[in-house]
């Protein structure tokens, strides 16, 4: 990732450790700048972190997107390509899930 890439976040449960679906895109952000830095957690969690900033948005289903997004390759095992964590998509599955999500779409320029 670079500063200026945009990201979104896609949430498939409620809780991480429970099985409650969520199946939504939750969150998008832009790269702010290019540092990468360790951040204390606490309990010994020192992740990696990136400096972002966030826009306001809604979550939105991926449900009814799923025939319409490019990246999915397989319709029927949509869930297969966010099992390996940060993936790249085509700007224009980017571009529809963000007008989904922002209702100022001028924030996305």
């Not at 990201?7 to 939750?26: A, H, I, M, R």
């Not at 297969?80 to 999500?101: C, V």
């Amino acid at each position: 990732m670079q500063a200026g890439d945009w990201v979104l976040f896609y949430s498939p449960k409620l809780e991480y450790d429970k099985p409650d679906k969520l199946q939504c895109f939750t969150a998008i952000c832009r790269i702010a700048d290019g540092e990468i830095y360790e951040h204390d957690m606490g309990d010994g969690f020192v992740p990696f972190r990136r400096n972002v900033t966030f826009v306001p948005a809604q979550d939105f289903s991926i449900l009814p997107l799923i025939q319409d997004l490019t990246f999915i390759k397989d319709k029927t095992h949509w869930g297969a390509p966010f099992r390996f964590g940060t993936l790249q998509i085509p700007e224009e599955d980017f571009r529809l899930i963000a007008s989904k999500m922002v209702e100022d779409q001028s924030l996305l320029k």
